[in-house]
């Protein structure tokens, strides 16, 4: 259970990250509203706020939520701005994200 609620953590952690940046992207390289900006700059704070909620330390963290990153970027690619991923993305993301459990949830003793 603990490790399905960090993965929860993790993709919200991106989903912020990554909502948040778009948001601030079609401010200043689209000419959105200045609103999409400030949302956006709240949006990214929410992310670091959520990322310290993480029962592990920040290297590791920090670490760990690369791979889920990429992979929610590989995503976030394909469903919102309509680009295919490939099969090297998919291989690359797939590929993050057993260093992602590898990183956070190998045991250690």
Do not use: H
Request: glycine letters at 16%; one cysteine or more; hydrophobic letters at 55%.
């Amino acid at each position: 259970m603990k490790i399905l609620y960090s993965i929860a953590l993790f993709i919200l952690a991106g989903l912020c990250e990554i909502g948040g940046g778009y948001l601030i992207w079609l401010w200043l390289r689209e000419g959105k509203s200045w609103w999409l900006g400030l949302s956006g700059a709240i949006i990214l704070v929410l992310y670091g706020i959520v990322a310290t909620w993480q029962p592990a330390n920040f290297g590791r963290v920090y670490a760990a939520y690369g791979g889920i990153f990429i992979m929610l970027a590989i995503l976030w690619g394909w469903k919102v701005d309509g680009i295919t991923p490939d099969k090297f993305d998919i291989i690359g993301g797939v590929i993050a994200l057993i260093g992602m459990g590898i990183i956070m949830y190998a045991p250690r003793g």
